[in-house]
Every structure is written in C-alpha cells, then in structure tokens.
C-alpha cells in the first residue's frame, strides 16, 4: 500500500471532526442552549478529539478503518462530554459528518488541498472551541503533526491518499436537505458538483 493510503486516516478524522464540530454548535445554538453550557460541550469533544495520546495514534502510518469501526470513535467522542444523544441522533449526526467530508472531498481541484481544507478545520475549531481549559495547545500540536506528515509529500502520495479516502466514502450517499436544496446533491445522494 502506497505511504499516501496510510496517512489517511489524520484527514478523515480531523476533517469529520470539524463538521462534527461545526454540525453539534449549530444544534446547540438552535436547541438556544446557554453560551456557557454550549461552550464547555465544544471544548470537552475537541478537547477529546486532540488527546496527544489519541493523535500520536492517529498520525501513525495504518490503513483506513471501516466505516463501522470510524463510526464507533465519533460515538465516544460525542459522549465524552456533558451532551448525550440518542442512537438515531448519532445515526443523523454521522451521516450529516461524512456527506460533509464526501462534499469538500469530491470539492477540491487538487490532491493538495485536502491538506489546506483539514488545516482550515483545525484553525475553525480553534475559533469555536475558545481556548478553554488547554484546547488552543491541543489543537496548535495537531496543525503541526498535519504540517509534518503532509508538508512535503510528493503528489503520487497525495493522490494515493485522496483515492483512500474517496474509495472510503463512496458507497455513501445520504440525502442532506441542505445540499439537496443548493442543488449540489442529486435525489440518488450524488453529488453534482465533482471535479476530478
């Protein structure tokens, strides 16, 4: 398996995290949970989701994981704070996560701006997040494991890469009102707007 094909999973999780991330601040801001309380559920899951611990696992070299077993680690990382949500509310919450990360994956011109989307994710949370109880810390060593592991890899293994997680989400086509009514998703779950 080509080097590009096992750093795929840092993108993904990074990348499905932050549309965890901005999806569960637009639920709370609707649902017009205080500010503090909505603060402390955004800081608790990013703070979960940059463990060290838990991103020096993620940035070493191993193949994509099944969509199931993916699954199971935003389940943990949802209930890792004071929120708590319901099978078919997680069910939602996932697919809304992956049709995101489906979207900017079938969105990007090059393989190298996968690595500029997942940057812009982790600067994003940053902004959500606050800097509550250490998170800007957590997240600053995870930009720069990003900027390690991607900064000089050559374009076949970005392209590699890029066909690892495309493989990953291409049987996944949940319909989102959203993209639906932009007009970027089609009625099967396609997407309209690929480039290659």
Not at 179 to 195: A, I, P, R, V
Request: include cysteine; proline fraction near 3%.
């Amino acid at each position: 398996m080509a080097a590009g094909a096992l750093m795929s999973m840092p993108v993904l999780i990074v990348n499905m995290g932050g549309e965890m991330v901005y999806i569960l601040a637009q639920r709370l801001q609707a649902q017009q949970i205080p500010s503090s309380k909505g603060q402390k559920v955004l800081c608790d899951v990013v703070r979960t989701m940059y463990y060290p611990r838990f991103i020096e696992e993620l940035f070493k070299p191993q193949e994509i994981y099944s969509l199931q077993s993916t699954r199971q680690i935003f389940d943990r990382l949802a209930h890792s704070s004071i929120m708590r949500l319901n099978e078919s509310s997680m069910g939602k919450l996932f697919d809304l996560m992956i049709m995101g990360f489906k979207l900017q994956l079938m969105s990007v011109a090059s393989p190298r701006e996968i690595v500029d989307v997942t940057t812009n994710h982790l600067e994003e949370l940053r902004r959500l997040a606050g800097d509550g109880e250490g998170v800007s810390a957590l997240v600053d060593e995870c930009v720069k494991q990003v900027n390690q592991a991607y900064g000089q890899m050559g374009l076949s293994d970005l392209c590699s890469m890029r066909h690892s997680l495309a493989t990953f989400v291409q049987g996944c086509k949940v319909k989102v009102s959203l993209f639906l009514h932009e007009g970027t998703q089609k009625s099967d779950g396609s997407f309209s707007t690929c480039q290659p």
